[in-house]
């Protein structure tokens, strides 16, 4: 047992070097980098890259990898990206690391090559001696971690908490502004900030290949459990994030002392353990009643003062005229193009590629959940992939194991997810932004390893076959079903904005103390938004099973929840249009690029959706709304011509006449 | 000891309101009341513990002992969302606006959530938002926003105005809830004289011509124009109430001479002398 103990204090402190980077750069930034698992992943590929593949020796390996590599990574990212999303809204702050933890392993793959690897060697030369330590076996490779959790954990808390360095780095958290004034460079603060936590990041995977394996999949499990040990800590206390980490990696080893390994249970639990540290803080939290509403207010006064303001040209009161004398195809001209794009595009397509398209179809329905409950709801949830999928199973479940109507087990799977998104969003209503999205990030990791992996829904590697109405069996015809089905709820979601609702919303989107004080009930909106847009994600979920015809636990991994939630927010996070657009770029992009590109390129889509997802720190409204804006200052502008014109004629005229 | 009952003219009473954070008493033992049409102005320093008190009073803030009643009801224990519908309207220091509503749609909204509260959920699957809005709703919401003034601004996200419009949409929106008791967290901080006096004046109306009996609790810096308001007048300094009543007596008080208004009093005595 002491053994088992060693080495979940050896996991432990590798989620502890996580969990401090987390925690550093929040601390110093106000940003959670949702990113920090990819970048622990593409260091560690590195090393394995240098080290094993080309031979380079451990330590030039480590100290390329660690101490130039990572550095320069965290440099370069806070110049390309992290600098601009300080002030920004947890949505845009949460989009963007999400769009880089998309893009970074899908880069990896493209730099180092798509070889999988079966076991990574640590920072111990091979083969790993092993040391008699009071009679328990302890190998180099836990020394070395040991150590490197010392060092970092122990001397970074105490730099942090006692030198002049460290008041520096928690002054820019209250104002980089009135850091700046006190003749500290909030810039080279940032900079440092980052370079040491892409450092953590490296080590942390570096460390962590040799006993998670180096494959992006299983740092999401690494990630997870720093993620419960920030939550834990409140998003700020290093000591707390440290001291979870380890329990969690204690707990984590003694589950598999307990349980035989051949339990399927066995690797249910240890995926369960993140979830359940959460858990018990949640409860704890309620218990003491403390605080987790406003965990991410960042910047004095001043700095949101200093901040570039309002909506410029496009809020002047010419702008509101225009606006109320643009007509009707100017105004929706764009929608109407693309709806009937939409319309004739299955008509226009075969093969492969109408096969894709009523995916695409079903992905838009999908992505109106996300619509309802981040765009109308502004709730960062980042389980919507794991509804959709209970749906997907469930409809897989009634319509071929219990012979229901397939569309009615569709609806029925909407239903069933319905309550666990109530229950979901009456759990979460009252934590701030992060913790939400925290939380729900950790939730589908629980669905995805505990609820999908049973053998109803497996069977046996090979899902549930689903077969789709007969008036509607061709690719074509249930593409046009899947139109109506999204041509419905969207027209209910652009109801709901434009209605009484949709403001009321807005108001609990932007303020939620005015919205109370002014009679709206916070609770009642968020959790009727939150079961809404789970039915939605349901019922899309159960459309994309029978498009697909086939229901497979496999394909609603979390990840892939969050590549949808770039897509989508590159795209257009508050426009339903948006949401058939960024179905169609999801399921066609990856196809148009197996088929026009080499297969080295083959990354690529990923990196794009990635990519786009990154963008929404500096358009945070998506492309969709953006090109709108556009084409509305190019019309306020012609306008403001045509208006300069006529004065310069009546002016002339004026002259001449005198 | 069982407290008073409570004053059934009273819009607004508060009995022993005391408000803890950690060691820090922010408010000690305060009672205040609002009679029925009356303006009622609190002051004191920076820290003094009024924005609390506010916070309290509408229920954003649990306070660890004292009654709140609003209209002789007692809602100490009523939320915030509730104690709006029972006719409680406020405004904050920092304003808190929708950012993606426009100025006119934040008195729409009010007036909507006031009066037709049902809408709020009936809207979401009706076609309500595509029919033209009834001619009551349109005339009460015209209403307000001349007796503001801000016609100009009516078509406007708000998040493209200045501070000192953005206070005047927050007092529109509060009175387009027809509320019977108005909060106001230093309504004229931020505003140039000319929409000082308009605000100022239009709220002396506002009270005036209610024909459901507004009254009105606020918090400003401006001595004067609380002064000048104000029918009585609450002064808070740590946390305590250390002096109340007319404007009157007020000034000629030496206790809030000494403890708080200092040289400023006596100036604007001497100006009105």
Known sequence: MIQYMIAGLVLGGIYAIASSGLVVTYESSGILNFAFGSMAYFIARLYYFLE?????????????????????????????????LRLSSSLVKVVATLGLSVALPALATLIFGTASILTAPGLAPQPVRVFNVGGVPVTLDQIIVYICVILTVVIGGLVLRFSEVGLRVRAMVDSPAMTDLSGTNPRRVSVGVWAVSSFFAGLAGVLGAPIIGLDTQHFTLLIAAAFAAVVAARLRSLPIAVLTSLAMGVATSLIQYWLPSSSPWTSRCITAVPFAFIAVFLIYSLIRRRDLSDSTKVGSALDAAIQPHGQGVLASPEAAMLDSSMGFLARYGGAIGFTV????????????????????????????????????????WLCQISFAGIGALWTGQLATNYHWPVLLAVVAGGLIVLPIGLLVGMITIRLGGLYVALITLTFALLVENLYFTMGRFTNGGLGVNILRPTFAGSDRAFTYVCLVVFGIIALFVVNLRRSTTGMALDAVRSTE???????????????????LAALVAGIGGGMLAVAQTSAQPVNWSTFLGVVWLAVLVSVGIRSAIAALIAGVLFAMLPQLAVTYLPSSLSELPTILFGLGAIGVAKFPQGTVEQNGENFRRFLLRQARRRQGNAELLSVGTEGAAS | MTPPAPHSDFALECQGITKQFGGLIAVNDVSLHVPKGDIVGLVGPNGAGKSTLFACISGLLRHEHGTVFLNGNDVTKVSPQKRARKGMARTFQQPQLFSGLTVREHVVLAHRLRFESRRL???????????????????????????????????????????????????????????????????LSGLDVNESEQLARALQRVVKESDHGLSMLFVEHDVATVLSLSDTIYVLDFGQLIASGTPEEIRSSDVVRAAYLGDEIVSTKEGDE
């Open chain 1, 52 to 84: 094993t593949e080309h031979h380079f020796g451990i330590i030039l390996s480590a100290v390329l990898s660690l101490f130039v590599a990572a550095p320069v990574l965290g440099i370069a990212l806070y110049y390309a990206l992290f600098q601009h």
């Open chain 2, 121 to 187: 959920w009936t809207d979401m699957i009706g076609p309500s938002s595509l029919r033209k809005p009834p001619t009551s709703e349109t005339e009460a919401v015209n209403r307000i926003i001349e007796l503001l003034e801000i016609q100009d601004l009516a078509g406007l996200p708000v998040s493209s105005l200045p501070l000192g419009s953005t206070r005047l949409v927050e007092v529109a929106r509060a009175l387009a809830c027809a509320p019977e008791i108005l909060l106001l967290d230093e309504p």
């Open chain 1, 513 to 531: 103390q005015g919205a109370r004080t002014l009679g709206i009930s916070v609770v009642q909106m968020k959790v009727v938004i939150a079961g």
């Open chain 1, 341 to 380: 794009l939409f319309l004739v595009l299955p008509l226009l397509i075969s093969g492969v590629w109408s096969s894709l398209l009523v995916q695409a179809y079903a992905f838009g329905i999908i992505f109106l959940a996300f619509t309802l409950v981040i765009g109308e709801g502004g709730m960062i």
